[in-house]
């Protein structure tokens, strides 16, 4: 666990807010402490009503950043009580939120292509790190899957930085007709073993498993952004443990999603279900 | 300005608020998010003897009004606890309390042993709703007979304070409270979580792996008023009091209650600024209620006529 002090409980007033699919929202942020201190993979800690319900804070990835400008965004769907509290926010409103939390990805030096791939809502923190990976040069390519066209979101924000993602929805509503997974191994097998080519992706549970099971199957190292349960977010709860696949130092046979995660190499932790 | 410090037997802290066990960490977490050194004390995260890689996930849920919770005492363990995580505790302006977890009465004394030539810890919080693995997993604080066997024993291993943190899992908490003081503890924490239970009814499973759960938040705090009110009229023992306890009125009830000092717990993982911000506002309750010193409030309850 490594120290990470930058972070803080911030006051945001809110930006703007659009519902960018359907039941998916993006709201904008104005924070010029969190929007400068946050790396693509990070996520915040947001309390979405003023009161004791719900009583627990919702973790959202940070899904893009502009520092100059002083803002971030968050994207989410409706699936509870807490996200749909967080859908009628308006310009103006005010919520507490705490970050950026988390290791976010690791961009190793070597990195000349990156492969960033989302399954559904799991595209939330890859047009942050798609931008800083652009930024730097490195050669960037994008899948993202869905169930249907309508659950598609932020593809444009890739296409403003040029990139053209490759979409695939499992009702063939829009690109190709399945899982994302069949045209990133096409991709795959022709980069297979490169010492240079990277797989960054996000996505619920099964997705993960997939994408852990390509980067060992392709020589690939990737890693994954994952999704649990959190109280806290910074480490005192203890709430958020994932097991590890490999012993550690102490013997601890759990890593913590909030302070050792959400980013993990993909074989650095068991995925359940 | 009122003056906030406090008394829990021997020891004197600088005001009334303290952090609870297993919803702090170690402190150093929280660097950054709160001022350490506003508080009364720091409470540790439970410690035991070994190293202890906690339950499976799910670990927690939240329910209306309060979360369950079955960590699993994880923790790295007294000798690393000493190594790694002291030093930075031990530096604070704020007293320090151990919190200790142990199976057995010699689990307490060998962590003690290990605790006992270390400066700077101000005293140790027992953990008496650990599992008896000598009574069939019976919790120590249960069964009064075995509270007091357990404090008799770790009693003659130190001459700091001690503070048994009891369960509220049981019918008469006084006897327990009772014990815990004839076997000579020097206050008792009232409560650790309410058993509880939750059930996902899409996947038919306990929400919580480990199945029965601790119960934690503002939804437990008229039953931990209850039984600090219970303790307060029958046994003559410090209380330090723990539920729910959100904010100054939160803190406000337990003091007058009569607790002489309160613990801030499943508030920390929302907003980790709550402690610090309560003895603010209790300084200025004090203020307006005219009230010179914290012991015209503890346990300054009024009966109806």
Redesign the interface.
Known sequence: MSALPSRAVCDCPVDAITEVADGTHLLRFRSPVISNQSLPGQFVNIKVSGGQHPLLRRPFSVCRVNAREGWFEVLWKVVGQGTAIMAQARPGDTFSVIGPLGRGYTVPESTRTALLVGGGLGVAPLPFLAENLAAAGTSVEVYVGARSKGDLSMLEAFGSLGLEPVIATEDGSVGACGFVTAPLTTRLKELQGAPDAHLFSCGPTGFLKAMTALSKQYEIPGQIAIETVMACGFGICVGCAVPAKRQVGTGRRYKLACIDGPVFDSDEVELDG | MADLTTTIGPLQLKNPVLVAS????YG??????MDLNRLGAVVT?SVSLE?R??????????L????L?S?GL?N??VE?FVEQKLPFLAALDTKLIVNIAGRTPDDYVAVIHHLEDQPNIDGYELNFSCPNVKKGGLEFSQDPTTTAGVVNVIRKQTQRPLIAKLTPNVTRIREIAQAAADGGVDAVSLINTLVGFAVDVETRRPRIHAGAAGYS??AIKPVALAKVLEVAEHVDIPIIGIGGI?NVTDALEFLITGACAIQVG?A??????SAPRIVDELEQYMNAHKLAALPELIGSLKKWS
């Open positions: 297993g919803t702090f960490g150093q977490e929280v660097v950054g998010l995260k190293p890689p906690g339950n499976p996930p799910p670990r927690i849920c939240e209306p009004g309060g979360m919770n960590i994880a790295v363990g690393a938040g503002p959100c499943t920390n993982f929302i907003d980790p600024g």
